[in-house]
C-alpha cells in the first residue's frame, strides 16, 4: 500500500487519480488551493491520509505545503498535476513573477526540492509542450509580449526537463512526466476528445504500479505508452541551465544527488 501526495487534487485529473488510488487501497495525501476548497470536499477528504492546503502562485504558500506533506510522512510517490493554462494575461503573483510560470513551473520545482525525497516522481506536461522550446532567455515573461498558448507550452516544455533531470540527478528515484492528453474537465473544456478516466490513468500507474514496464526513469508517456519529447526537454545542457535559473528565481537549491 503506498503513499501518494497528489498537487491540485479537489477536482480533474487530480481528484479523478486519487479516487483510483484509493479504489485500489492506497493511501493519498489530497491537496487542495484555500480552506474553503478544502472545506468542500466533504466525504471524500475522510477517506485520504491527509489533506494540504496552499496557493501555488504563492512561494511562501507553497513552502507551506511541503512543510505539511513532510510533517505527515514521507511521500511513496508524488504526482505534480496542479496547472493553469493560457491566463490572458501574465498576471503577478506575490513574488512578481507570471502566474503560468509560478503554478507550472516554479511551484513544482520549489516542492520537489523540499518535500523529503519520494520513490516515484511523475510530473503532469501536455504535447503542446513541443511549441515551448526557446524560453530560457526570458522564463519570466517580463521582456517579451505576453502569449498565452505560449507561456503554457513553455510551462509544459520545464515539467518534462524537470523529470528528466531528476532521473539523471537521483538515480534512486524513478521521474517521469505524462502528456494526459486533451482532457474533459474544467480545464479542457466538454469538447476535449479524452475522457477523465483515459486521462488518469498513466499517472496513477506509474505511481504505484509493480508493472516491469513501469520501473524506468526519464520517459515521456502518453496513455501507458512512451513517446518522444521535444528535443529540448531531453537536452541535459538546457536541463541544467533551466534548474539553475529555476534555483535563482525561488532561492531553493536543488539536491544534487
Known amino acids: 500500500m503506498a503513499l501518494v501526495f497528489i498537487t491540485g487534487s479537489t477536482d480533474g485529473l487530480g481528484r479523478a487519480a486519487a479516487e483510483t488510488l ?76 507570471a502566474g503560468v510560470l509560478a503554478i507550472n513551473t516554479l511551484a513544482p520545482y520549489m516542492l520537489t526540492a523540499l518535500i523529503e525525497r519520494p520513490g516515484r516522481l511523475i510530473y503532469l506536461s501536455s504535447g503542446l509542450h513541443r511549441g515551448g522550446e526557446g524560453s530560457l532567455a526570458d522564463l519570466d515573461w517580463t521582456k517579451r509580449t505576453w502569449d498565452p498558448a505560449k507561456a503554457y507550452a513553455e510551462s509544459k516544455l520545464h515539467a518534462v526537463a524537470l523529470a528528466f533531470a531528476l532521473a539523471r540527478r537521483w538515480p534512486d528515484v524513478l521521474s517521469n512526466a505524462v502528456d494526459p492528453g486533451w482532457v474533459r474537465t474544467k480545464m479542457g473544456g466538454p469538447g476535449a476528445p479524452v475522457d477523465i478516466e483515459t486521462g488518469q490513468r498513466t499517472q496513477a500507474w506509474l505511481a504505484v504500479s509493480d508493472d516491469p514496464a513501469v520501473m524506468v526513469s526519464g520517459r515521456y508517456w502518453h496513455h501507458l505508452r512512451q513517446e518522444q519529447p521535444a528535443g529540448e526537454a531531453s537536452d541535459p545542457e538546457f536541463q541544467e541551465h533551466l534548474i539553475a535559473r529555476l534555483g535563482e528565481m525561488t532561492g531553493i537549491a536543488l539536491p544534487q544527488a
Open 22 to 97: 484509493l479504489g485500489e487501497c492506497h493511501r493519498v495525501v489530497l491537496h487542495a488551493r484555500s480552506a474553503e476548497r478544502a472545506a468542500s470536499l466533504g466525504e471524500f477528504a475522510s477517506r485520504a491520509a491527509g489533506v494540504v492546503v496552499g496557493d501555488l502562485c504563492s512561494a511562501a504558500e507553497t513552502r507551506s505545503i511541503a512543510d505539511q506533506v513532510n510533517a505527515i510522512g514521507r511521500m511513496d510517490a508524488v504526482i505534480h498535476n496542479a496547472g493553469v493554462y493560457a491566463q490572458q494575461s501574465r498576471g503577478a503573483t506575490p513574488e512578481g513573477h
